[in-house]
């Protein structure tokens, strides 16, 4: 399956984005799906993950202003994201594997990355 992740950019503190990852090849449905997050110099952080049903699971440092959720007829996963402050500054990514997972080696495919920057 390929990944594609986009909707990064610049916003302001308090802003908000929504980050789509479109799949191809494979429907997503079929796999568990995960954000992550690297910040330069950084490890690869986890954000959300969710399965095709059920509620997703999110990282303390998020929960309450990220909503991860997905479109299966358009086989796309989002990643909804409110009250954005600058140490959400990050490339985004998001990633398919065949388990929920918080740890990014779980995971099997990935996307290319999408860059999100948050000004104070």
């Known amino acids: 399956v390929q990944l594609q992740a986009s909707g990064g950019g610049l916003v302001q503190a308090g802003g908000s984005l929504r980050l789509s990852c479109a799949g191809s090849g494979r429907m997503l449905n079929s796999y568990a799906m995960g954000w992550f997050r690297q910040a330069p110099g950084g490890k690869r952080e986890f954000i959300a993950r969710a399965w095709s049903s059920g509620n997703p699971y999110y990282a303390d440092s998020v929960k309450g202003r990220f909503t991860m959720s997905r479109d299966n007829a358009k086989n796309t996963v989002y990643l909804q994201m409110n009250s954005l402050q600058s140490e959400d500054t990050s490339v985004y990514y998001c990633?398919?594997?065949?388990?929920?997972?918080?740890?990014?080696?779980?995971?099997?495919?990935w996307g290319q990355g999408t860059q999100v920057t948050v000004s104070s």
């Open positions: 990633a398919a594997g065949p388990r929920g997972s918080t740890a990014p080696a779980q995971y099997v495919y």
